[in-house]
């Protein structure tokens, strides 16, 4: 059973930041890659950022290019997103998610920065 569960939504000013985390089990987390999605009020849900299994490729949407940082840590099974200079347009409900013949979702986590 998939299973995972965003942490470290919260409210923060312009320019602020937060740490998100996802912790995931019922699966060899290490084998699979792992992507953050969001979802704005009023718009479709969108690819934030995506690393693969050992890290060797990172993507990032050009929305959140050199503020956002993901990162895993296979021995905690958790994936990590870094959020550094948040603009009111990053606010959205934060989704972990992973595929696995089908997609598997979090929760979600809200974020809502204000100016």
């Known amino acids: 059973q998939v299973q995972l569960v965003e942490s470290g939504g919260g409210l923060v000013q312009a320019g602020g930041s937060l740490r998100l985390s996802c912790a995931a089990s019922?699966?060899?987390?290490?084998?699979?890659?792992m992507s953050w999605y969001r979802q704005a009020p009023g718009k479709e849900r969108e690819m934030v950022a995506t690393i693969t299994s050992s890290a060797g490729r990172i993507y990032y949407a050009d929305s959140v290019k050199g503020r956002f940082t993901i990162s895993r840590d296979n021995a905690k099974n958790t994936v990590y997103l870094q959020m550094n200079g948040l603009k009111p347009e990053d606010t959205a409900v934060y989704y972990c998610?992973?595929?696995?013949?089908?997609?598997?979702w979090g929760k979600g986590t809200l974020v809502t920065v204000s100016s």
């Open positions: 019922g699966f060899t987390f290490s084998s699979y890659t």
């Open positions: 998610n992973v595929r696995i013949t089908i997609n598997y």
